[in-house]
Nanobody
Framework: QVQLVESGGGLVQAGGSLRLSCVVS????????SGWYRQAPGKQRELVAG???????NYVDSVKGRFTISRDNAKKTVYLQMNGLKPEDTAVYYC?????????WGQGTQVTVSS
């Protein structure tokens, strides 16, 4: 069984920063495309940022220039550095690891940005 364990969420004021971490329990990590998704109350889950096994990144337009996704294959960890946080970034953030053969999700971590 593969587990994805997220950490780093919390409450922060607008303009502040948080770093989310997601540790993958097995060595599939190096073969996976990893991503951070978020879901705000009453809204659909959306992809915030993704990073391929080759390190190619992509971001939703609303976070470009503020968020940075990175990965450490040796630590089987993917990070999301979030700077310049806005109240509209408030959501539950989920880590995902997928390939053609698997699709795993973490349990989610709450990020709340106060104005």
């Amino acid at each position: 069984q593969v587990q994805l364990v997220e950490s780093g969420g919390g409450l922060v004021q607008a303009g502040g920063s948080l770093r989310l971490s997601c540790v993958v329990s097995r060595s599939i990590f190096s073969f996976a495309t990893s991503g951070w998704y978020r879901q705000a109350p009453g809204k659909q889950r959306e992809l915030v940022a993704g990073i391929s096994s080759a390190g190619i990144t992509n971001y939703v337009d609303s976070v470009k220039g503020r968020f940075t996704i990175s990965r450490d294959n040796a630590k089987k960890t993917v990070y999301l550095q979030m700077n310049g946080l806005k109240p509209e970034d408030t959501a539950v953030y989920y880590c995902n690891a997928r390939s053609s053969y698997f699709d795993y999700w973490g349990q989610g971590t709450q990020v709340t940005v106060s104005s």
